[in-house]
């Protein structure tokens, strides 16, 4: 896995679903011996008896929702940049591009593990990972558990009516099946933030030519977002976003 630059992949997802898991599931299974990892958790994030599974850890913090302090270890050639997951996953991303670009590194792919129970039981979260999985171009089904097959089913349809691009897979018993799969850097995200400047997210490839985004059950017209800019940054002149998610916070467990 190694290259010129070292890479970086980020992990998205509600606190308590299950990400360190599934990234020390990934480092012991799809990370070869010869490379030096590092594990970002946000300075909020509680110690877990997971983090012995995790080789180097480095807590990150941000003095506002627009700036990432983290280094970068000056011998490490993969690192893991797990998200806050009690934080609004679009401001970490908007703010996650400069702080990439500024060490050197380069980004891998982008991983979201999807909280099943708490999504199922709270359905305002529907769209909050929705946003989560306009970035990502992997979504890690975790914490089934109890969960019924047609919830799972009518997720997966709901992801084929938004004609997403990433990948849908499964994670059992905090691993996943394939982690070389999981881990390859192919892009298959909606979403071109990352990308060079010159890409417009209209080229992406696998996406449909007309792309019908649905919230809450209601289709958005395509014209409405079919621009170079992307829906989730855009914002009002006020600097408000145009497309508002809920805030995680609320359905979150307090401790």
């Not at 080789?55 to 506002?64: F, L, M, N, P, Q």
């Not at 209209?202 to 809450?216: K, R």
Request: a negative charge.
């Amino acid at each position: 896995m190694s290259t010129e630059s070292p890479i970086v992949y980020l992990i998205l997802g509600a606190a308590g679903s299950g990400r360190r898991e599934v990234v020390a599931d990934l480092i012991e299974a799809g990370i070869s011996s010869d490379e030096k990892t590092v594990v970002f958790l946000a300075d909020s994030e509680a110690a877990s008896s997971v983090d012995e599974r995790l080789s180097d850890v480095t807590r990150w913090t941000a003095s506002d929702p627009t700036t990432i302090h983290a280094a970068w270890p000056a011998d490490a050639t993969v690192g893991f940049f797990v998200t806050d997951g009690r934080k609004d996953p679009v401001d970490q991303l908007e703010a996650l591009k400069p702080w990439i670009e500024a060490r050197g590194v380069e980004l891998a792919r982008v991983i979201c593990v999807y909280h099943c129970q708490l999504v199922s039981v709270h359905k305002p979260l529907l769209t909050w990972y929705d946003a989560c999985v306009h970035f990502s171009d992997i979504v890690l089904l975790n914490r089934r558990e109890g969960i019924e097959n047609k919830w799972l089913s009518d997720l997966r349809h709901r992801f084929e009516k938004q004609f997403i691009p990433c990948l849908i897979e499964i994670v059992k018993k905090g691993r996943v099946h394939n982690p070389a799969l999981v881990l390859d850097p192919l892009p298959r995200r909606l979403s071109h933030w990352f990308d060079e400047p010159e890409e417009s997210w209209t080229d992406q490839v696998d996406a449909p030519e007309e792309t019908l985004i649905l919230e809450d059950g209601q289709e958005v017209e395509d014209d409405e977002e079919m621009d170079d800019e992307d829906i989730y940054l855009a914002r009002e002149p006020s600097g408000r976003r145009k497309r508002v998610i809920p805030d995680i916070r609320d359905y979150l467990p307090t401790s």
